[in-house]
């Protein structure tokens, strides 16, 4: 890895968010805060089968209703909006349901009153008459299947190697992207051993605590939106699109979120938010419930079947890999997940021989989107359980296992990428480090018994994307940053600022960063995949350079030698002769890029950086019940150079938190018509303070990403990816229980475990 780094003035020291003291005194605004005069409220009726024929809507009662303003259904939405599907990968979902009904919860119609309340009442008076179909949920089952959701494919346009699907019918297979690499076949026939499991992972929720909401004020041939959105800039051209109106008519402005995750990217309320408003001539505000969240967007159920060729020293030889994903009812981004993650199959590993199959299918379930870690935790839970697996019948140390297989800088991807700046091993071997891997280990006797596991995983950072932004500097010398990148809580603004002040020489303190507006932030095409470090920060950074380059012109104009940070007010009354004009500098970047063959998959630029993360878990587990303690838990990351240290160890932290709820207590569970049977936090249980170990250790390595802002890349989710195999991995450690199906709960230990006995008594 490059080891020459410039040094930095600013950057590298941990700095506690700007927004801090206003967050904790409750002093900021939320989009949920938003109110307008003459605001009406919506409440959405949702269809109560997973597939069926829309026979009809009986909305009288609900009409009647005082204080209702209007009751809606699909065929009003088609009034105003003729062509009303959208999605960012496929244009498959009505605003409202439009002759059909896809799964449990899909919106059928909206009620819109004059408070929320008044709405809430009158929704449960409105009758949807559903002549019920057969139904499809599992995705094994609805790759072969002849109860089609959809009848035929309808690709957005938006990504150019979805296009040539596009009027495909009779399939619930909306993609399928491979990796070919060597001879596969020869490798397996020519192995030593050669193992072959299966991995499933389940449905489960973001659960953002401030519920996803739109406000809509339509008016004058122009819509203006205030939505707690990931994408303001997508959303100002999705809905451009959907009206046929040009996009400086379309105003989006967001504020911080209570989190996303995923959740808020794309388009979700704001189509629906826009037609209500221009029916209702009035602004209109749709805000879910907890529970409606479940029915909206989710993360992926996945099968992951693996297998691979090792030969007598331990050496991965051939891989085969073929991921099904569970993408619901709607496509959402689920087909870029399934290529931009499904590549990475194969694992941190340096394997010769590769043949992946990574398929995105429609079900009649709610649809699954992108979720922290993009598909990256469902891959690593299965790879890296193999890799355990491997390592305990080859008698392997799981860490020594590892390393004999890891790729490092210089060698090559699956996908023919050479790695660089990826520090696998390092991160590997700190993570062990920090254990005391290499130190005896007592796993206890009698009733309670210990174990540890360990697991590593990579990503790679969405590409190719795009970012713009401009820095201002007033004639006080103050300067704000103008950029669609949103603060969710992962202190983007905050690192924002370190960058101008890096740049500038000025107090990170001063910057102000404008919150999103699309009359006056330029574009960004989202705030996800944690490229934003890399992507909005390269841009910031140019903008804040140009800035730079302006103001020395400027400072050479009226003769001063030499730039005075902390007075840059001077230059523009010497200029001037008073307090005037603003200097505004630009940056837009994007990395190079070369999309996969078509038929192999290769490429030799698949992505500008990765990702890495690993983590180590010790369990206690009770040989009785099957309840276990997680009594520590390693997460060490590469992010390059920690940018905001401070915030870097938030990072991990809280990643690894919210991957350990998904693996040890979170699960959408339905029934066999699809009803969901635990929508709401009363029983969709996320982790509390007594379920996560008392001591999360959390570390950064010492490395350098020679391509990014400063030497710095994304760490948001690196420390999802270890977790639920470096668990697993523990339990098996401790009782001799192999778990392939999450989450990962104290009954499914307890019945391998008395299976176990029964095997061998």
């Not at 209007?70 to 244009?91: R, S």
């Not at 794309?266 to 629906?272: F, G, I, M, Q």
């Amino acid at each position: 890895m490059t080891t020459e780094r410039p040094p930095l003035n600013r950057l590298g020291k941990g700095l506690r968010r700007l927004e801090a003291v206003d967050k904790v005194t409750g002093r900021v605004d939320y989009t949920h805060h938003v109110t307008l005069p003459g605001m009406l409220h919506a409440k959405i009726v949702r269809s109560h089968v997973a597939h069926g024929r829309l026979l009809g809507i009986d909305t009288a009662q609900a009409k009647a209703v005082p204080g209702v303003h209007g009751v809606f259904t699909g065929a009003d939405i088609l009034k105003v909006i003729p062509e009303p599907y959208y999605g960012p990968a496929f244009h498959d979902q009505p605003i409202l349901a439009i002759d059909k009904v896809r799964y449990v919860g899909e919106p059928v119609a909206v009620v819109v009153a004059e408070s929320p309340h008044v709405a809430e009442d009158a929704a449960g008076l409105v009758q949807a008459e559903i002549e019920e179909l057969p139904a499809v949920f599992d995705e094994i089952e609805a790759m072969h299947s002849d109860i089609y959701v959809h009848d035929s494919l309808r690709p957005a346009g938006t990504f150019a190697d979805l296009k040539h699907l596009n009027g495909i019918r009779d399939t619930n297979v909306a993609l399928t992207f491979g990796v070919k690499k060597g001879d596969v076949d020869a490798a397996f026939k020519s192995a030593h051993r050669v193992f072959k499991n299966t991995f499933k992972t389940q449905q489960v929720m973001h659960v953002p605590l401030e519920p996803m909401v739109s406000v809509a004020d339509v008016r004058n041939s122009h819509a203006h939106i205030y939505t707690a959105s990931q994408t303001p800039s997508f959303a100002r051209t999705e809905i451009a699109r959907l009206l046929g109106w040009r996009e400086n008519q379309i105003t989006v402005k967001t504020a911080f979120l209570g989190g996303g995750f995923g959740c808020k990217l794309y388009v979700k309320l704001e189509p629906l938010a826009v037609a209500l408003s221009m029916l209702c001539q009035r602004p209109v505000r749709v805000a879910l419930t907890m529970a409606e969240q479940f029915y909206t967007i989710t993360r992926h159920p996945t099968t992951f079947t693996i297998e691979s060729a090792v030969d007598e020293n331990g050496r991965i030889l051939a891989r085969r890999c073929e991921v099904i994903w569970n993408g619901g009812a709607y496509a959402d981004i689920g087909p870029r997940v399934t290529q931009k993650s499904g590549f990475t199959a194969p694992g941190p590993y340096d394997i010769e021989h590769v043949d992946v199959t990574s398929v995105a299918v429609y079900t009649n379930r709610p649809p699954a989107g992108a979720f922290r870690g993009f598909g990256i935790p469902q891959l690593v839970w299965a790879y890296e359980s193999q890799a355990d697996i491997i390592a305990r019948d080859l008698g392997l140390d799981p860490v020594e296992f590892r390393l004999r297989n890891v790729l490092a800088d210089g060698k090559r991807h699956a996908t023919g990428t050479v790695m660089k700046d990826a520090a696998i091993p390092l991160v590997l071997n700190r993570v062990a480090e920090r254990f005391g891997w290499s130190k005896p280990f007592e796993h206890g006797s009698g009733r309670y018994r210990r174990g540890r596991g360990i697991g590593v995983g990579i990503k790679a950072c969405v590409s190719p994307t795009t970012s713009v932004a401009a820095v201002s500097v007033a004639a006080d010398g103050s300067c704000s940053v103008q950029c669609n990148t949103v603060d969710m809580g992962q202190g983007s603004d905050t690192l924002m600022a370190m960058i101008v002040s890096e740049v500038l020489g000025v107090p990170a303190e001063s910057v102000s960063v404008v919150n999103p507006d699309t009359d006056a932030s330029p574009y960004d095409m989202a705030t996800l995949g944690s490229r934003s470090t890399f992507h909005m920060g390269h841009a910031v950074r140019l903008a804040a350079e140009d800035a730079l380059a302006k103001l020395r012109a400027m400072a050479k104009e009226v003769g001063v030698e030499e730039i005075d940070p902390e007075n840059l007010g001077m230059l523009f009354v010497r200029k001037f002769g008073m307090q005037a004009g603003t200097v505004i500098g630009t940056g837009v970047y994007k990395p190079t890029y070369q999309s996969p063959d078509k038929a192999t998959g290769q490429s030799e630029d698949i992505t500008p950086n990765w990702m890495i993360g690993g983590t180590a878990i010790e369990v206690e587990v009770d040989t009785e019940t099957g309840m276990y303690t997680i009594l520590r838990m390693e997460n060490v990351v590469d992010c390059g150079t920690a940018l905001n240290p401070l915030i870097v160890q938030t990072q991990i932290s809280g990643a690894a938190i919210m991957q350990l709820g998904t693996v040890t207590l979170e699960e959408m569970e339905f029934d066999e018509q699809g009803q969901l049977r635990n929508a709401g936090l009363s029983e969709y249980k996320i982790p509390g303070i007594q379920d996560i170990p008392r001591y999360i250790g959390r570390e950064t390595v010492d490395a350098y990403q020679s391509n990014g802002p400063f030497g710095g890349k994304g760490v948001g989710e690196s420390a999802t990816f270890g977790v639920a195999s470096a668990l697993a991995a523990a339990i098996e450690d401790a009782v001799g229980v192999r778990i392939t199906q999450l989450p990962i709960r104290p009954e499914k230990i307890w019945e391998g475990m008395r299976t176990r006995q029964e095997q061998h008594a």
